[in-house]
């Protein structure tokens, strides 16, 4: 249950997670964090924008990418992706949300880790990209 590692939740006690972070780092601290996490996930929208194995989805909501993968054949996209965001948690990948837009499997990125670099994001990317090549048979 990863809802319980992140202080992006909606859960009462969470809020002490809320308040604990903002003593520890500060409020202007914790609004740079913030603010660094927003633009990063629309470089990271732009990244799958141009990688010719991604398909964007949505232009980004908070710190939510959404997209899927297009290899292989577009009627098996929505089956790929689904194998995808399992293979790559079962494999230690990466740890993949999934939600449905228009009808077809999207795989989701919420970034919350300011620590991350886009080279971090290219890496990762490549290798779901990879994994998807791998799967689309």
Partial sequence: NLVDKS????????????Y????SVGPSTLGEMYDHLLAQTCDVASMIKRHQGFEL???PAL??????????????WDRLNQKVRIEALVRGVAVLGE???D?????????????L??????????DIDALALELKE
């Fill in 99 to 101: 939600t449905v837009i």
């Fill in 7 to 18: 202080i992006a939740t909606t859960k009462r006690f969470d809020a002490l997670k809320v």
């Fill in 117 to 126: 670099t886009l080279t971090d994001f290219e890496k990762l990317l490549g």
């Fill in 57 to 59: 989805l949505a232009e």
């Fill in 103 to 115: 009808g077809h499997s999207a795989l989701k990125f919420t970034i919350l880790n300011p620590t």
């Fill in 20 to 23: 604990m972070t903002m003593k």
């Fill in 63 to 76: 710190s939510t990418v959404l997209f899927r993968s297009t290899q292989g054949r577009e009627g098996d």
